[in-house]
């Protein structure tokens, strides 16, 4: 419920670490003491989980002030209850971005594990190892930030140049600050101060907290814990070092094109696709005079003469009735009818149809070639 106001929160047994046997650990944590966080980072870890949900859950800040209500009893916390509460200097810088320039500067090359200037917006295994843990406990514990701790930002580092370089700092006013932060509604400051919020709430008369949590031991900074820090840092160093493969970059003449398939480096042809377009036969006039139609030659045929049949005129009596017994309709059909029947209807002579077959049944040889000619131009 609510442990996630002090998930990442780190607090330090003073009394442990500085009994350490490392000169750069002691050296960092007593910089922490003589700035006066002391009080802040040290004090007796008690949570009041109950009392801690209720008191964010109905937190605001009005005139300067952080009002709240917890178990029904209305709380009252100001800057000055803060300041001696844990005993905070209240004297000093209010913005950190007031540090003069040059200290940071030289706060860069005192606190690097390569001996040049690191980035202010670099990795922190850039660092010592004992300011590593330094930046930790000032984002986790000062200033509570959420996500990735890797990375540098400016706050983190600003804060670890005034304490490297004692910088005076009013830490009870940037303090309380972040504490108004987090009650404030749509903040994006993360809620935090469990220990420290507990412990205020211990001070409210008529208050009943009820019962108690300890805080957890992996979260209290001691000389074990620092030791086991040191040694997991210095593990996964040498671990990324070694695991850190050499990459050689192949010359540009043996690099193959994303865009031709994988057969290509292996020897074997690459086939392209030729574009093909699409013309209409009709439409180009070129076409028509490349294409050659070839014809078939058609024989000449000849047809035997029809012996022809007596002619017998028919009266004029017979003529009318022939002529009346043909109906308008079957007009179309006297072309199918043998010529005979056609000469008989339509009072064609019989001489015209022999010159006609005389001429069918032997062609000369000057017709012949007419014939042909003819045929060849179709």
Known sequence: MASSYYTNTLHVNFESVLAMDDPGM???FQALMASGLEGFLGCSAVIYEAALFDFFANASVRDGMVFSTVHGVTVEIFEQLFA???ELPVEGLTDLTEIPKDLVADARSIVSFSGNPV???GKKKEMKFEYRLLCDIMAKT???KEGSFDALTMEKFLMLTAIICEVKINWNRVLFNILKDMVTAGSRQAKGYAIKISLLLENIPNLELGESTEFPSSKILTDKKVHRYIVLNEKVGVEVVAAAPQVKKAPKKQAVSKKRPVAAAIGDPVLKNKRKM???SGSLKENLEIVVVSQEAVPIQIIEPIPAAPVVEPSVEEQREATSAVPIDEDISVVDQPAVEVAAVTGEQEPAVEHMNE?????????????LNTTNQQ
Do not use: G, N, R
């Not at 000369?364 to 014939?371: N, S």
């Open 84 to 86: 001696e509460t844990f």
């Open 119 to 121: 980035s202010m917006f």
């Open 278 to 280: 699409k013309k209409k």
């Open 142 to 144: 000062i200033s509570v």
């Open 359 to 371: 001429q069918m049944a032997e062609p000369t040889a000057d017709e012949e070639t007419v014939v």
């Open 26 to 28: 002691v050296s960092m």
